[in-house]
């Protein structure tokens, strides 16, 4: 009962798990990712047991050193479970060479359909566009097709620097949300994804088979080549990860589609943070790379190495990590 034990009888009865609770915290590091489950789960219990423990000092009107430290006790035992987790480097890094490949293999089966969904439409709209002008009418307005046509009819030649940055910026903007619009509208049980892979990879590829149709093959492909290995594999994993979205909340396994989704969670934020890294490198390239008059070879050169390192890097990052038990 509150107030019916003394400080000291207080103290002696509540100190081993206080010091258990210390011990803990100290314990490597102050670090949540650091603790193994069966160490966070007994943090958590002591830190309820402090809460009340601490609460009943207030209560009982202790003396201020005593509360101060079960305050300060307290406090760090909270950051530690709810606290955001510092930026650390060799995080990022793990990420890259282990994490977001790994999570995309593991999404292996939705990264297909996405595939099948963006570039078999493109096929259809570039042999559409190249058999039939009507073709290319129905899909875009001949406005767009006018401009994109208009656009690819010279050579390329380079932009000054100032141009070169602001277009970077907008392919930022522009790549990105053409992902986030696939991966985001998967929420609609993955009908959303479905629908904005098929439109982008038919608006892609009848664009194209429009400009090739007008002569100016050359200069698309060749400004295409060098960044379309690193955007377009970024819009095919963001679709994959809002399928595999959608699919969690169709396929939910007895749990609620919330506790479906949460599970889900981990391994599509990481195929998404994956793809917008994808997406900065492609804008870098789009902005600076392929519009400049570098020699067409050297920019297939380019983008044959690009693609061959995108294929290695998720076919084998992080596999030896996979195999190992964790």
């Known amino acids: 009962m509150i ?37 966070i789960s007994r943090l958590a219990a002591l830190y309820r047991s402090l809460c009340t423990d601490l609460m009943r000092a207030r209560a009982a009107r202790y003396t201020p050193d005593l509360t101060a430290y079960l305050d300060a006790l307290a406090a760090r035992a909270h950051a530690t ?13 793990s990420f890259f060479t282990r994490d977001f490949p790994r999570a995309l293999r593991q999404n292996a089966r939705f990264f ?11 096929l259809v709209g570039i042999a559409g566009a190249l058999a039939s002008d009507e073709f290319a009418a129905h899909v875009l307005p001949s406005s767009v097709l006018q401009g994109m046509a208009q656009m690819y009819s010279e050579g390329l030649s380079g932009r000054d620097a100032g141009t070169d940055t602001g277009m970077a910026g907008f392919y930022v903007f522009n ?25 982008n990879g038919l608006f892609t590829g009848t664009v194209v088979g429009h400009v090739m149709s007008v002569g100016h093959g050359g200069n698309i492909w060749t400004f295409m080549c060098s960044h379309a290995p690193f955007e377009l594999t970024a819009i095919v994993i963001a679709g994959g990860a809002g399928l595999e979205m959608g699919y969690a909340l169709v396929e939910t396994r007895g749990r609620t589609r919330i506790g479906s989704l949460r599970r889900a969670a981990p391994s599509i934020v990481r195929q ?32 044959g190495v690009f693609s061959l390192l995108i294929v290695l890097y998720l076919a084998l990052a992080g596999r030896s990590a996979e195999e190992a038990p964790r």
Request: with cysteine.
């Open 272 to 303: 998404v943070l994956g793809a917008a890294a994808m997406l900065l490198i492609a804008a870098g390239i789009e902005g600076f790379w392929s519009p400049s008059g570098l020699p067409p070879p050297v920019k297939w050169a380019a983008s």
């Open 3 to 39: 107030g019916a034990r003394s400080q000291d009888e207080f103290v002696a009865a509540r100190r081993q798990d206080w010091q258990e609770l210390d011990h803990i915290l100290l314990e490597g590091g102050e670090s949540l990712a650091k603790k193994d489950g069966a160490a």
């Open 112 to 122: 297909a359909i996405a595939c099948a969904l963006f570039f078999l439409p493109s």
């Open 81 to 93: 479970l709810y606290g955001a987790e510092p930026f650390r480097l060799p995080d990022v890094v």
């Open 175 to 199: 790549n990105v949300g053409i992902a986030f619009r696939c991966f985001a509208t998967g929420v609609l049980f993955g009908a959303g994804s479905i629908f904005f892979l098929i439109y």
